[in-house]
């Protein structure tokens, strides 16, 4: 079938013709070349002679005519409606998208065709008349050069008779041939975003029955890399792939990855048809034909198509062969004909990427003799451009009208006159017209047009808005009302008529917009003055005409072209007073003025209606003058006149020349440039001033020493014929580029130093290593003197001039004399504070008093009699002393700020007591660097404490330093001195060593005052020395210098430094992306100040703060804080950090950025803002254990995180943050928890963030129960929780996976039970033994529901009811049974156990032979006694595994009496819960929930069920600890335990019945037998016998000293009889804490507090201890405040300080630690335990350096007695805890110092006996034994080192230590006798 009617029309090809096709390929010809013979021959000639192609004969030749209409291009004509193509966006304005076509056709879609959704929203924002925030514009869902899929919605005419295509992008009309059955995974589809949702998008695919969904992670790239990081728009235009399909096409899972898109083709298997193909499709297809119009192509087996010579391959377009594989585009689909077209153009064949080419560069261009290349009858003709690319020109084109069109003159080779007027993207073709009116035209398009230009134009009509003209064919402008002439025109329609030519020039003209405006005032477009369009053309002295656009009482605001506008002040209207400019100047007014001065970047002129009356003349006689006075290169005396913000305003004398001399150009050294700017006044005179230039207005001068020294000794070129390679020049920086540094000279010649040749070291930009204005050396390394160009190097090793330290001295030597001559400036002003400083010196040390010590550390002095004399000691120069305000200091003067007005000063005992000592000059001397200035430093001499200057620069071009090379203060150099005594500076003059001799500084870093939650970025520091000027809101520009994951750092103008914190650099961050990646190092910013933070506090200061323009800027690049006026402003220095968090409610949603991850405190550390900060627990960053276990690899730092408010942190100004939504704990809230306590047979007790305890009940461990259920559980374990009840202060939780995953829908074994409403009769459950009573076993079968099963039916054996059923079904054994009976109205539930009911095997086993049961009632006496004595037996075998099954707390003794204690049982609400001691350990009541009491001594109690819902659990035996004993509101009593009872009647044990009115309904459920049958004497005297035994049990155990308390009461008992034991208190307290009861343990350790004797100290501080270890863990940080306050009070405050240390230390609360440490050592500064302690400490937390610089701080505050021990101490915790090697540093240091100390000794030897190896021990016996001590001492020593020995030595080494023992004694004896 299929080959005889072949789909597309082709004959179906079997393999074999396919193979021979595929080798005939080879010998086809190429394209253009249609022959089949003398292939080879013809193919070289065709190579050869390209152009003889279309010439070479043809056999077979197919009708000429039928191959050129195949072959015929696309016109509008042959469109037609429903038609699918594909298209090019070439505009985007906000209601339409104009589209580019193949062959240069063009269309448009209209907004409302883009997509349902996008309309929608249209309707939406009309309905609401105002803007929707999620619906955006068309700009900014489509871009030029995006590719589409179009249909033809219809094909119409316009006004003007132009033939108009308008198409549509909506996918429902371009995917409408699909249906849902169709779709195929791999199918490449276009689609648009209908909506967001939590997970992805649904995207509108427009195929029927189908949905679409593009998964959140599959958009991920592309939204990275596409969409700049924003999330997807309604509207927004896709490429998808889709991945997936279910349900016959129902639901389809999409992917818009770019490799996955570019790489997607159309295949068989996706069973396309030419009614569905889509353009746009990539398919791999075969050539069949070629022919000189193009080929025919064969794509997906069956179908054909035509590829036209427009869309061939440019690089391939004459190599095609027939069967050639290619691959291709389908451009598009004619729905009637089938025809499709492809496209073999490379940029088709990689799906979803744009069309980079998208204009034209001549555009606009008229071409002179333009060859045709071919023409197409109903379409166009193509022109072969001179630059080889093909145009081509639509037939309407061609000529001016269809009348005069003649096709023989387009015959290929002919040539004409044509224009380009457009450009085809799709085509990738220049459009041409050949229209005489088109090549004349004065503009094409609206950019052709520049404001100020004259145009020519026709009035189209006058509207009240203005007169609209028409300038071109598709050009109009406006002439507003008040440009209709040089006065306003009141009737304009007189003059100006429909048709009339008029003659405008343009004010305004924006293409964008096609907006155009022009004048008609006469003047202007008459005037013959410069146009001013921009305001760069605003030149000083310029005269213009311009407008008056407004009249102000302080002047006019005069308008020009192109929006320029400038002022004309009050006093330059006129050279007369004008006192009211409205009444003389009127808005519209056509002005002449003169331009004063311009500042182009500010967008400011100042004009004036001044008009001098020849300028140029004046301007040539003022020039004259001052050529005659001076000249450049010449030397001249100056007097400063005025200062401006760049340099001085100067008179040359003697002529009072005007000249100028910049900042920069006042010193060699830049840093002095400002300084000498500073402190000259008007009135100075400066002499030899260099004149370097002499301008049209003013002299430009010079007073470099170093430039005039190179003008007198004649080192200065005047031409460059005077240049020549090698020579070195000294000059300025003229100029910095990207690409180099431009140097000019003095005799005005310049040079460019190239990036390359700049410096020694790598230049990553050119502005860090030179400023404008530097003085350089330059060697000239090539010169130009024809283009009088020159290339100069700048680098140390080509520009050196001789010694490096000669010229280093001599720099430093400059620098310090500009100083001094500086302080001689200084000294001549009136104030006292600035004579006071120019008197400092260096060196000079005084007596201040200090005024405080701020929060960085650093400490500020007292002005004493001057005023406003800042003296400041920085930490560093504080040296570690403890500083209190009003404490007298000596301090030395290191260096006097010139410019801020601050001295800075050191406490440095070396410094202060510096010792005079004769120094050598050439001497090298190691010093430590004190203070550092930008071109030298100051170190002190380590042997005397002198001060030495040393140059940080040892060359001119020598300024940049890496940060690795920078000097730091600390730091140790080496220093040659060249003076020997101080001179007027006060300083020695050194030269640095070689860096080599550096040495790095000890951080002086005190852990203990550093807050761990600030850490400040290095870079932010650098720059904290700089003023600036900045306000809040002012918008600044700047470079990124460094990036961090929360923020970025950035270099703004005058080396200030600001920040910006992540959140301040988009408006609307994805979340998971890192904002600060989106900038890069190096990257110019725009930003806005929104803050200033002071780097000693850390927060932010108002702008009326006077630090301000201290503090590091804080900015923000946000669009929308850049947009609007109304910005932010951080100032949380009059709002506290607290009241800022409170603006956050809980439950809302707020982006934050994490900062780290605390692993001690397990929380995430968020900044929400630079001035908010949050904390994220780890419990609440996720509800995955995989995250929880590994939260560092789910969460980055600088990652943006969506979190929940769940409440400030009332500790810290925090705010606690949630991941996983609200976390209220709320009935129905899944929860992370941890596990703090496994309660066995009870459940666990878990504690969630915030201080939240819950209970777990063990039939909510899981959804099947296990006999061991809670064996997978151990505190800390983390547990996913749902909250089931939030009633009373504990949370009821469960953790079944059907409540907390309900989604995976596990298998629940057993169902939950919580009331009786849960159970059916006859239902099969599963429940846990609670206890075997006197009637039957009670079962629990839910946290509240207990079921009893009578021994009838517990097993299928029988036994006798005193048989120790506990034995075989203890507590918590797991049970199946079957439900009997219900009695809902008094909760009761029967159950049966045995298998016959169950299913399941006996609960006795079989092998125990018991008996089965018998047709009588009961067994004999004798069998019950046979009974007993076996079970003794099997007693005594199992005791062990007993103990084990049944617990501690249970007693194996007989049946009724099961524990120590008798069980309690609830009574009736009106009796509270008195307990009563009854003879079958029960306690029976009154409720009515209780059944009866049986009068046999078999069934005492009668209970079968205990179920109270909403109640505490029942607690029938004494395992767990009780529960609350008393409600709330019963007035408390005396509860007194069975064991208290001595005196007791044998009668009272009888069991005691309850009221005679509430037993009465439970009667009727006796047994017949019991209720018949009478009790003999005989078992009266064995109850009788049984009681007594009973009762003397109980006694002994109470009596037994090894007993184990088990509740309050044995507490009670035990801490009467022992008032004082610390020790039982502490038990107490324990026990309610293991029941979680927290008050209760309060209220316990408050009455210890009473109880105990104030005599025991020891005993009472222990429970002070012990409190403050439980508000540690269960209280407040307030709450342990007030114990601690208290417990201070009644202790020993050491002590009590030293416990709380422990505790906090213990519990990782390291930051609290260090802090009251911090008070202990300024509490307890002479006990030397506080100071070891805090050693430890910071040694345990690897601080050592903070620990070394504890026992320096020790041994100055400790009385010197101390310090031997202090030190020994100190060196034993090195040992344990440090660096060994330092530790034995310490020993050997002391006991050098104290040789007798034995003690010391003995230490030493311990810690090297444990530490050391051998041979260090026996060398340090060596050395003892040799020591000259008393023989008492030395004895013990030789003692030690025998037993060393002994134990680890030889035999050989014992008797050589008996030998130096002997030779001891020997000597010492020998000298007794001398």
């Known amino acids: 079938m299929e080959e005889s009617f072949p789909r597309g029309g082709t004959r179906k090809t079997h393999k074999s013709e396919k193979e021979k096709a595929f080798q005939q390929s080879f010998e086809q010809d190429n394209l253009f070349d249609i022959s089949t013979e003398e292939e080879s021959t013809k193919r070289k000639k065709i190579q050869k002679e390209p152009a003889k192609t279309k010439k070479l004969k043809v056999e077979k030749r197919e009708s000429s005519k039928f191959v050129r209409e195949k072959f015929e291009i696309l016109s509008v004509e042959s469109l037609c409606e429903g038609m699918r193509i594909l298209g090019c966006v070439k505009e985007v304005n906000e209601l339409e998208l104009v589209i580019s076509l193949p062959n240069g056709l063009q269309g448009c879609v209209q907004v409302t065709e883009i997509c349902d959704a996008y309309t929608e929203k249209l309707n939406e924002q009309v309905a609401q008349e105002e803007p929707l925030q999620d619906l955006v514009s068309l700009p900014e869902l489509f871009s030029p050069g995006m590719l589409v899929r179009c249909v033809v919605s219809s094909l119409g005419i316009t006004k003007r008779g132009k033939k108009n295509v308008k198409l549509s992008l909506n996918p429902r009309n371009v995917n409408k041939v699909l249906s849902a059955e169709a779709l195929k995974p791999g199918m490449l589809l276009t689609g648009t975003v209908s909506s967001l949702e939590d997970h992805g998008y649904l995207v509108d695919i427009g195929v029927s029955g189908a949905r679409a969904f593009l998964p959140l992670q599959k958009a991920q790239e592309y939204i990275q890399q596409k969409n700049k990081g924003a999330k997807l728009k309604v509207g927004q235009y896709l490429n998808c792939l889709i991945e997936e399909v279910k349900g016959s096409g129902g639901v389809v899972s999409l992917s818009v990855g770019y490799s996955e898109v570019s790489a997607a083709i159309a295949t068989e298997e996706q069973n396309w048809t030419l009614n569905s193909l889509l353009p746009g499709l990539v398919v791999k297809a075969q050539v069949q034909k070629v022919t000189p119009f193009g080929l025919t192509l064969k794509f997906l087996s069956f179908f054909t198509g035509l590829v036209d010579f427009m869309h061939l391959d440019p690089k391939k377009a004459r190599t095609y062969f027939s069967n050639q594989p290619v691959r291709a585009c389908v451009l598009c689909v004619h729905p009637r004909t089938r025809a499709v077209r492809l496209s073999l153009r490379a940029v088709f064949l990689q799906p979803g990427r744009p069309l980079t080419r998208l204009s034209c560069q001549q555009l606009g261009a008229v071409l002179d003799d333009v060859p045709v290349q071919g023409f197409f009858g109903s379409a166009g003709a193509t022109f072969r451009l001179t630059d080889g690319a093909l145009a081509y020109a639509r037939l309407s084109h061609l000529s001016n009208s269809k009348k005069v069109f003649k096709p023989e003159t387009f015959k290929p080779g002919n040539t004409h006159k044509c224009r380009i007027i457009d450009y085809s993207q799709m085509d990738e073709l220049a459009l041409l017209s050949l229209r005489t009116s088109v090549i004349e035209a004065q503009f094409l398009s609206y950019h052709d047009i520049k404001p100020g230009a004259l145009v020519k134009g026709k009035v189209m009509t006058i509207k009240p808005y203005g007169m609209l003209v028409k300038v071109g064919k598709q050009i109009r402008g406006l002439v507003p009302p008040m440009h209709l002439a040089d006065i306003l025109m009141k009737n304009p329609e007189k003059k100006y008529h429909a048709g009339d030519e008029v003659k405008c020039r343009v004010l305004l003209c924006d293409p964008e917009a096609r907006k155009l405006m022009m004048t008609l005032k006469k003047t202007l477009v008459e005037s013959k003055l410069p146009a001013i369009t921009c305001y760069a053309d605003a030149k000083p002295g310029l005269q213009t005409h311009g407008f008056i656009l407004r009249v102000k009482d302080y002047g006019c605001i005069v308008k020009f072209y192109n929006d320029v506008q400038g002022l004309v002040p009050r006093h330059e209207l006129s050279a007369e007073y004008i006192p009211d400019p409205e009444s003389v100047f009127y808005t519209g007014q056509v002005v002449k003025v003169a331009v004063l001065n311009c500042e182009p970047s500010k967008e400011r002129m100042l004009l004036s209606f001044k008009l001098s009356s020849d300028p140029k003349k004046e301007c040539a006689g003022q020039s004259q003058k001052k050529k005659k006075a001076i000249n450049a290169g010449q030397l001249v005396d100056v007097k400063v006149l005025e200062k401006t913000k760049d340099g001085l305003q100067v008179a040359v004398l003697p002529h009072n020349v005007p000249g100028f001399l910049p900042t920069p150009h006042l010193s060699d050294h830049v840093p002095h440039g400002p300084l000498l700017h500073c402190w000259l006044q008007a009135g100075d005179t400066l002499h030899r001033v260099l004149c370097l230039s002499e301008g049209e207005e003013r002299i430009l001068l010079c007073r470099k020493p170093a430039l005039v020294s190179a003008v007198e000794g004649g080192k200065d070129p005047k031409s460059f014929s005077e240049i020549h390679p090698g020579m070195l020049l000294i000059g300025f920086v003229k100029n910095i580029k990207d690409y180099g540094v431009f140097v000019q000279f003095p005799s005005g010649l310049s040079g460019l130093a190239p990036k390359a040749i700049m410096s020694d070291k790598f230049v990553t930009s050119t502005s860090d290593h030179f400023v404008e204005g530097q003085t350089v050396v330059a060697k000239v390394t090539n010169v130009d003197e024809e283009k009088q160009r020159m290339l100069l190097s700048l680098r140390l090793s080509d520009c050196a001039l001789g010694d490096l330290a000669t010229t280093s001295l001599l720099l430093l030597s400059q620098c310090l004399e500009e100083r001094q001559g500086v302080r001689s400036l200084m000294s001549n002003r009136d104030s006292v504070l600035i004579q006071t400083l120019a008197e400092m010196t260096p060196g000079m040390v005084l007596d201040l008093e200090v005024q405080e010590v701020l929060g960085d550390g650093s400490v500020l002095f007292s002005e004493g009699p001057v005023p406003g004399l800042v003296l400041r000691a920085s930490k560093y120069h504080r040296a570690g002393q403890e500083v209190e305000s009003g404490q007298k200091k000596k301090v030395v003067i290191l260096n006097v700020d010139m410019l801020k007005l601050e001295v800075h000063v050191s406490l440095c005992h070396d410094l202060v007591n510096r010792r005079a000592k004769k120094l050598k000059k050439g001497s090298e001397h190691q010093a430590i660097v004190q203070h550092l200035e930008e071109s030298f430093a100051l170190a002190s001499l380590v042997e005397t404490g002198q001060l030495a200057a040393f140059s940080l620069t040892s060359h001119l071009n020598d300024t940049f330093r890496f940060d690795s090379e920078k000097l730091q203060v600390g730091q140790g150099v080496s220093l040659t001195l060249q003076t020997t005594e101080p001179g007027v500076t006060g300083l020695l003059l050194a030269v640095e060593g070689p860096a080599a001799k550096r040495t790095m500084r000890q951080t002086r870093k005190d852990s203990e005052t550093v807050d761990e939650d600030e850490e400040v970025d290095p870079a932010l520091v650098v720059g904290t020395v700089r003023k600036h000027t900045l306000s809040i809101g002012d918008v600044v520009t700047g470079t990124v210098k460094s990036i961090k994951p929360t923020h970025v750092v950035v270099t703004l103008e005058d080396g200030i430094i600001g920040c910006i914190h992540a959140s301040h650099i988009l408006d609307d961050v994805p979340v998971g992306t890192s904002p600060t990646a989106k900038l890069k190092v190096g990257k110019k910013v725009t930003a806005r100040v929104i803050g200033g933070r002071d780097m000693k506090t850390f927060k932010f200061l108002p702008i009326s703060h006077p630090r301000f323009i201290r503090t590091i800027p804080e900015l923000s690049v946000r669009p929308r804080e850049l947009e609007k006026d ?45 001035d908010i900060r949050g904390r994220i627990p780890l419990l609440l960053t996720s509800l995955s254990f995989k995250v929880l276990k590994h939260p560092d690899k789910k969460f980055r730092i600088g990652q943006a995180l969506k979190a929940t408010v769940v409440g400030p942190d009332s500790s810290k100004a925090f705010l606690c943050l949630s991941l996983i939504g609200p976390h209220k704990l709320e009935k129905g809230e899944v929860a992370m928890g941890r596990v703090v306590k496994v309660l066995p047979k009870e459940g666990l007790t878990v504690s969630f963030p915030f201080g939240k305890i819950g209970r777990v009940s063990i039939f909510h461990v899981s959804d099947s129960y296990s006999e061991t259920p809670l064996e997978n559980f151990t505190p800390q374990k983390i547990v996913r929780c749902y909250v089931l009840s939030t009633t009373g202060p504990v949370l009821t939780l469960s953790l079944r996976s059907s409540r907390t995953n309900p989604e995976t829908k596990s298998k629940i074994t057993d169902p939950e039970i919580n009331s009786i409403q849960d159970i059916k009769e006859g239902q099969l459950l599963r429940g846990y033994v609670k206890s075997v009573q006197p009637s039957g076993v009670l079962l629990a079968l839910g946290p509240s529901v207990t079921g009893l099963a009578q021994y009838p039916h517990v097993s299928q054996y029988s036994l006798s009811k005193n048989a120790p059923y506990d034995r075989y079904l203890p507590e918590g054994k797991l049970l199946t049974a079957k439900v009997l009976s219900l009695n809902r109205r008094e909760n009761l539930v029967e159950l049966s156990i045995p298998a016959d009911d169950t299913g399941k095997p006996d609960v006795f086993s079989a092998s125990l032979g018991l008996p089965l049961p018998k047709q009588e009632g009961r067994e004999t006496e004798a069998e019950e006694r046979d009974y007993k004595g076996e079970e003794e037996k099997e007693e005594r075998k199992n005791q062990k595994q007993k103990e084990k099954r049944i617990g501690k707390g249970q007693e194996g003794a007989q049946l009724p009496s099961k524990g120590k ?37 078999e069934d005492d109690s009668g209970v079968e069920v205990y179920y109270r819902e909403g109640e505490e659990e029942v607690e029938e035996t004494d395992v767990r600890p009780q529960e609350k004993q008393t409600r709330p509101a019963e007035a408390p009593r005396l509860q007194l335990s069975s064991g208290f009872v001595w005196d007791v009647e044998l009668d009272t044990l009888t069991p005691a019945l309850p009221p005679h009115g509430e037993s009465s309904d439970s009667e009727e459920d006796e047994k017949p037998e019991q209720a018949t049958k009478k009790k003999s004497k005989k078992e009266r005297e064995l109850e009788k016998q049984k009681a007594e035994k009973e009762l003397s049990r109980i006694e002994e155990a109470l009596m037994d000293p090894g007993r184990q308390p088990e509740s309050a009461d044995d507490f009670d008992r035990l801490v009467l009889s022992s008032p004082n034991s610390s020790i039982l208190w502490l038990q107490y307290m324990a026990f309610h804490l293991q029941a979680t009861e927290i008050e209760k343990a309060r209220a316990v350790a408050e009455r210890a507090l009473k109880t105990i004797s104030f005599r025991e100290e020891q005993e009472k501080l222990n429970v002070w201890v012990a409190l403050l270890n439980l508000e540690n863990m269960y209280g407040s940080q307030g709450s342990l405040t007030k114990v601690f306050e208290r417990a201070v009070q009644y202790n020993e405050p050491l002590k009590v300080f030293l416990h709380l240390a ?110 050391g190896s051998q041979k260090e021990v026996r060398d340090i016996f060596e050395r003892v034994i040799h020591l000259s001590l008393a023989p008492k001492r030395m004895k013990f020593f030789f003692k030690r080192y025998l037993d060393y020995e002994k134990q680890h030595g030889t035999e050989k080494d014992v008797q050589a230590v008996k030998a130096k023992a002997l030779e001891y004694v020997e000597a010492k004896s020998s000298m007794w006798e001398d």
């Open 1126 to 1170: 109304g910005h932010t402003a951080l100032n949380t220095h009059s709002v506290s950090p607290l009241e800022k968090i409170k603006q956050y409610q809980a439950g809302q949603t707020v982006t934050c950025f994490l900062k780290k991850y605390n692993v001690v405190k397990k929380w995430l550390e968020v900044d929400i803002a630079p």
């Open 1461 to 1497: 204690k008798e069980p309690r049982q609830p009574q009736a609400k009106k009796l509270g819960k008195r307990p009563r001691l009854e003879s079958g350990s029960e306690q029976e009541s009154g409720n009515k929930k209780q059944r009866r009491a049986a009068p046999s001594e």
């Open 1702 to 1811: 422990d505790i906090y230390t213990k519990s990782e609360k390291f930051q609290e630690a260090g802090e009251l440490y911090n008070r202990m050592l300024k509490r307890f500064r002479q006990e030397k335990a506080v100071w070891i302690k805090y050693g430890a400490f910071l040694l345990r937390r690897g601080q050592a350096g903070a620990s070394h610089r504890m026992m320096q701080r020790a041994l100055e505050c400790l009385p010197k007695k101390e310090h031997v021990d202090v030190i020994a101490k100190f060196a034993q915790l090195e040992f344990q805890l440090g660096d060994v090697e330092r530790a034995k540093a310490i020993f050997e240091n002391t006991l050098s110092t104290y040789p007798k100390r034995t003690d010391v000794w003995s230490v030493y030897i311990d810690m090297i006996i444990k530490r």
